[in-house]
């Protein structure tokens, strides 16, 4: 099946680690996404693509590093730099970012500083 | 700037009530709506879109929104709710032109018996 696949589904780190989440889709997606989500705060975006080797800044980069190298591919790593990485993460795609492309999601990604 | 308010961030009906929640937009120009639900551990699940066409849209799981300019409001509405119902909805915007989604604060309803 078509789909978005995110690992792991929970990840515990220390302080001062660097942490990569993956994101896999295979959905022949032009554009992809990734959002931190907190209790009450809804969705914020972190970094976005449009194609490969492109990607921009969302409202609450810092901290987060991406790289876009393959079409299906969309790795997020959190830095020590992330004050407050633990989170739920979401990666999502579109066909591309047109103003009526919906965005498929993923199952998420559990981040838990210890 | 493009922005999404969802009023409650907690609704709690009865099974076989009706559903309400809702959602106000701000945008400079007229946006696409978006409403999505998510239960507890997992992705968002598109529910329906409004995309200029036709002002009530009808979505999965019975729900329907209707998309009003007059009061920039895009409430979701389901006659009857079912147990299965109970999970986290968001309302997200998208200016045209604009290239990100806005999400609302999310709205968490649960389903009495």
């Known amino acids: 099946d078509g789909g978005i696949t995110q690992s792991p589904k929970y990840l515990f780190r220390k302080e001062g680690q660097n942490v990569t989440l993956s994101c896999e889709q295979n959905?022949?997606?032009?554009?992809m996404y990734w959002y931190r989500q907190d209790p009450g705060q809804g969705l914020r975006l972190i970094y976005y693509?449009?194609?490969?080797?492109?990607?921009q800044k969302g409202d609450i980069a810092e901290g987060y590093s991406v790289s876009r190298e393959k079409k299906e591919s969309f790795p997020l790593t959190v830095t020590s730099a992330q004050k407050n990485p633990t989170a739920f993460y979401l990666c999502?795609?579109?066909?591309?970012?047109?103003?009526?492309?919906?965005?498929?999601f993923g199952e998420g990604s559990r981040l838990t500083v210890l | 700037a493009q922005s999404v308010t969802q009023l409650g961030s907690h609704v709690s009906v009865s099974e076989g009530a009706l559903v309400l929640l809702r959602c106000n937009y701000s945008?400079?120009?007229?946006?696409?709506l978006f409403w999505y639900v998510q239960y507890p551990n997992q992705g968002l699940q598109l529910l329906l879109k409004?995309?200029?066409?036709?002002?009530l849209v009808k979505g999965i799981n019975g729900f329907e929104a209707e998309f009003k300019k007059s009061e920039t409001s895009f409430h979701l509405t389901k006659p009857s709710a079912h147990m299965s119902d109970a999970a986290e909805y968001f309302c997200?915007?998208?200016?045209?032109?604009?290239?990100?989604?806005?999400f609302g604060q999310g709205t968490r309803l649960t389903i009495n018996p």
């Open positions: 999502a795609s579109s066909i591309d970012t047109s103003n009526t492309g919906e965005l498929f």
């Open positions: 959905l022949n997606h032009d554009a």
């Open positions: 693509s449009q194609i490969v080797n492109d990607f």
């Open positions: 945008s400079s120009v007229p946006p696409y």
């Open positions: 409004y995309t200029s066409a036709a002002t």
């Open positions: 997200a915007v998208r200016a045209q032109g604009a290239q990100k989604l806005v």
